[in-house]
């Protein structure tokens, strides 16, 4: 009987792939999860829980994301500084005009660990309000959503 060995991904084996994803008309819960699961590697067959082999993903169009039923209005994101009445809170829509590419990161960063492994898989993470990036030299890869709502590299 020969025993059986866990194969496990080493630094040689980590190799970061570049993908470009369009947010427009995506629901933000989909897009989020999806490019977590890239994130993290779970795409791959070399995944290995306790190592970073994810890949690098470009969001463009952040701000033409999709929200379904009142989350415009009625969703907040809430922030405290510790001291009375230190509590602040901004609906999606006042943030979005702030800074449209902030529910879309902090969603991503939600579907993470909480971890210095998830500080480090959000670092591949780059988002962008418009159509344009700069990062056509590392040629990413196009990822599209299919009428499931699944992701689809190629």
Same mark, same amino acid.
């Given at each position: 009987m020969t025993k059986q060995k866990t194969w496990t991904a080493r630094k040689e084996d980590l190799k970061g792939?570049?993908?470009v994803v369009d947010a427009s008309g995506v629901a933000l819960g989909r897009l989020a999860s #999806?490019? $977590?699961r890239i994130l993290k590697g779970k795409h791959k067959p070399t995944y290995t829980p306790h190592l970073?082999?994810?890949?690098?993903?470009?969001v463009v169009n952040a $701000?033409?994301?999709l929200l379904t039923g009142g989350k415009l209005d009625g969703k907040t994101y809430t922030r405290? #500084?510790?001291?009375p009445s230190g509590l602040r809170a901004r609906t999606v829509r006042e943030q979005m005009e702030r800074d449209p590419?902030?529910?879309v990161t902090n969603a991503v960063r939600g579907m993470l660990q909480n971890n210095t492994l998830g500080a480090d898989m959000l670092k591949r993470l780059r988002v962008y309000a418009g159509p344009e990036h700069g990062h056509a030299a590392q040629a990413p890869k196009a990822l599209r959503f299919d009428a499931k709502g699944e992701i689809q590299i190629g």
């Open positions: 792939e570049w993908y #999806s490019v $977590a970073n082999t994810g890949d690098h993903v470009i $701000a033409r994301i405290y #500084s510790g001291y590419t902030f529910p």
